[in-house]
């Protein structure tokens, strides 16, 4: 059995539209399938919540029509006491996980590939908590940061989603992006802080602009932060951006938009199965693109294998 859990408001209501060309081909391919359209945020975890934990088949296959935040409410819902197969039919060519798993820019073909699978891939995915009355726990796929990174992802996630819409419709993201990115970092202030990684390695560092734990290579829109992610090898790269000035900041953004961000200084990367981040100053983090407020201290931890995917 399909369970299609489509964001119709995905980039300004395009979602919606996709989906009804989508769904023609499913009913084409004559297979047993069941829909869920959100209407707010939350809903697709909700739904997922309901599929694996009540519903009887042994094999199902929960496909996410939307963007990023779309899988990563679906990933927060998912019984991992079941089996359940994934699969991903990205609504934007911003999709981070789409960009790091290789998946083909047409919507028509990623489906085409989950209707007739013929590779699946074990993923990994992190596990982010912070402490504010209770300790709250959330999960990740694509990658999770503090500071720079999350403002960035904030812009392209809420605030602007139709100008960027229109920019990638016209091809004009990848300037966008770093423009974006350019802005936000004129306003930024760096902070002091340290990293303790699997518990015994600490590193202190004096000009922290952000800091990123990544399953997978890319956030932000396509801004490729971690290289070395590989997202099936039980490991988060972190990856420390951090500088003395603003323009060797600027320099490793423009590289790392086009996919080479370690030519300059102000950047450094680990490998960890977990890592403590404390920054001497409160400043926004995220969750595969959400920002969930502000804060000194999160702990991240990285579950080894537990997605079955359709790739």
């Not at 599929?51 to 296959?61: F, G, K, L, N, W």
Request: aromatic fraction near 12%.
């Amino acid at each position: 059995m399909y369970y299609f859990i489509v964001n119709p408001n995905a980039c300004q209501g395009f979602g919606g539209k996709l989906w009804k060309r989508l769904e023609r081909r499913v009913k084409q391919a004559g297979v047993d399938y069941k829909v869920r359209l959100t209407a707010e945020p939350g809903e697709a975890g909700a739904y997922t919540v309901q599929v694996t934990e009540r519903v009887a088949e042994t094999q199902q296959v929960i496909v996410a029509v939307g963007d990023d935040g779309t899988f990563n409410e679906i990933l927060e819902g998912l019984a991992f006491d079941r089996s359940v197969t994934l699969g991903y039919v990205p609504v934007s060519p911003a999709c981070d996980l789409a960009r790091g798993l290789h998946f083909s820019r047409s919507a028509g073909r990623c489906l085409e590939r989950i209707l007739n699978p013929t590779a699946y891939r074990y993923l990994d995915y992190g596990i982010m908590s912070y402490q504010e009355e209770t300790p709250k726990y959330r999960r990740f796929l694509v990658s999770c940061g503090v500071g720079l990174d999350a403002v960035v992802c904030h812009f392209w996630a809420e605030r602007h989603s139709k100008q960027r819409w229109m920019m990638f419709r016209f091809r004009a993201g990848r300037a966008a992006r770093l423009i974006v990115g350019l802005r936000k970092l004129v306003l930024a202030k760096p902070v002091k802080g340290y990293l303790v990684l699997d518990g015994v390695r600490k590193v202190e560092f004096n000009h922290i602009y952000f800091v990123s734990a990544h399953i997978h290579g890319f956030e932000g829109g396509g801004f490729r932060f971690a290289p070395g992610a590989d997202g099936s090898d039980g490991l988060l790269e972190v990856c420390v951006a951090h500088a003395s000035n603003k323009i060797d900041m600027g320099k490793m953004m423009f590289d790392a938009l086009l996919g080479f961000p370690g030519r300059h200084r102000g950047v450094h990367w680990y490998s960890c199965r977990e890592a403590q981040i404390h920054l001497d100053e409160r400043m926004p983090f995220h969750v595969d693109g959400d920002v969930c407020g502000f804060q000194t201290d999160i702990r991240l931890g990285c579950v080894e294998k537990k997605l079955r995917m359709i790739v």
